[in-house]
């Protein structure tokens, strides 16, 4: 396979204007068939290798599979990261000289199941400050809001709240209690300009990191719904980690209050780092022991909250 980096086609002006006011776009068509087989190849790999981490936050007998950084284990998914047209987008939107590459996540929902993904700001979850941030969703089969299709509110990442990052695996630990309630939603879905696309292969959803989204289960009786999401940053993204948010288990050089660096983030635009590129040839996976560490925390977190929060709080409607 020959990789070309730049997109078949740019994002034009009317496409930018509208991720800016309403905090996700849908972009049909937007990559071809030699792409999408090969991330499906990475996602149908790692589905079959799936990571501690991703075993742990999977409620795989449920139907419910989640996994992240894919790439750091399987090759195809590294090489669309490095060589696909993705990059180039998230640059455009972001307006960033600068382009690396946060981490990647993929969500799979069998046929039938009953995990709705909660509403949430993904900025809430995150160890980085910083406004040029952008997610990509690429689902790999066809997707329907009752097969588990996302829906965003319009506007939402113009809001001045930062709602509690509620995940459907409900890690405790990351639920930072000082952090605004999510408005039920779906309980009032008149108040909210609700945005969601019937999507086919090929598709991608482009979004902003504080655009509140979420989705129902899938319902549909005989599909799959498998998508991989890749998170990149721009220049003004800072590294500020703390005991509230995702912990990052890959090696990287980021320092408290400064830009991201180093192979867990590696640079792709305006080209990569060669020694982040000489690293990421090296498998690397969490470490059993930084995993208990987060076990650990998880359980301790998921106890004081149970005492501290009322549960209706964090209950939302998805039926
Ligand atoms: O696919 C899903 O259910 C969740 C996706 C999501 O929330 C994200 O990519 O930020």
Redesign the pocket.
Known sequence: MSYSVVPVRPLTEDEISRYDSDGVIMVKGAIDANWLHLIEAGLEKARLEMSLLGKFMSRKTQGYQMDTFLWKRVDEIRDAIYYGPFAHWAQQLMGAKEVRFFYD?M?VKEPGTDAP?PW?Q?LSFWPIRGEQIT?F?IPLDPVTRES?G?MYVKGSHKWTQRFKAISPDYVAAIIDEKMDDIPDINANPEKYDLLDWVMNPGDILMFHPLTL?G?YGNNHRTRRRR?L?LRWTGDDVIWEPSSKRMPIFYQHTSIVGKGLSGAAFPRILPEPIALERNIRRFTETPSKMQLLVSGINNITAAVRLKFKLRPPQLRQTWK
């Open positions: 996540q969500f993904t949430h993904d997610s969703w588990s996302l989204h989705s998508a999401a």
